[in-house]
């Protein structure tokens, strides 16, 4: 079954630490994303990847980072430095082709604590 | 930057009732605008798009209109289900190579579909 997996699906932060959220895919796409979402609003892109050791912040990258050294794979990780990072995050990915939507995972719900 | 407002934030309908959803974007150079579901706790999932040299696309009971001209797209759903209720987001991209799941959302509309 081709898709995308997002894991976990709860995390729970301290304050002041840093955490890794992890996104697979195997629809072998070579663009990936991320997003968050935050209650009541639309999604907003934080960081996105076309091509394997290449990647580019989006609208809201501040206090995050993140890493694309395999195709399948696009990790964040929330840092210390993000002011609010408790949020709902959704990784997605697409391909130029016939069928080019992007698909998303179930995502990531991450709490500060 | 693009800048995708959506319109009304809440729809409530009978079933059986048609539904419509409106959105503007501000970016003329956007070229592709879909529409996402999003069920309580899941991942958005595609319903239907369209690309910016087609006005009108149809799937079933739902279908979307756009007008370049006036920038905006709308999504129409007819003989609505309890189980079309959901969270539904319409998007704008330029598109193009791997850019289409470059997006940028609208705020979105929580439809409830009423038996």
């Known amino acids: 079954d081709g898709g995308i997996t997002q894991s976990p699906k709860y995390l729970f932060r301290k304050e002041g630490q840093n955490v890794t959220l992890s996104c697979e895919q195997n629809l072998n796409h070579d663009a990936m994303y991320w997003y968050r979402q935050d209650p009541g609003q639309g999604l907003r892109l934080i960081y996105y990847s076309q091509i394997v050791n290449d990647f580019q912040k989006g609208d809201i990258a501040e206090g995050y980072s993140v890493s694309r050294e395999k195709k399948e794979s696009f990790p964040l990780t929330v840092t210390s430095a993000q002011k609010n990072p408790t949020a709902f995050y959704l990784c997605a990915s697409s391909q130029q082709g016939a069928r080019t939507e992007a698909f998303f995972g179930q995502g990531t719900r991450l709490t500060v604590v | 930057g ?114």
Do not use: M
């Open chain 2, 2 to 115: 693009e800048n995708v407002e959506q319109h009304p934030s809440t729809l409530s309908v009978q079933e059986g009732d048609s539904a419509v959803i409106k959105c503007t974007y501000s970016d003329s150079a956007s070229n592709y605008f879909p529409w996402y579901k999003q069920e309580l706790g899941k991942g958005p999932q595609l319903i239907i798009d369209i690309r910016s040299n087609v006005g009108e696309k149809k799937d079933q009971r739902i279908a979307v209109t756009l007008n370049k001209t006036a920038k905006h797209f709308s999504l129409h759903i007819t003989e609505t289900q309890p189980e079309d209720s959901a969270v539904y987001f319409c998007a704008a991209s330029k598109g193009g190579g791997t850019s289409y799941g470059k997006l940028t959302f609208g705020q979105g509309t929580i439809l409830t579909v009423h038996p």
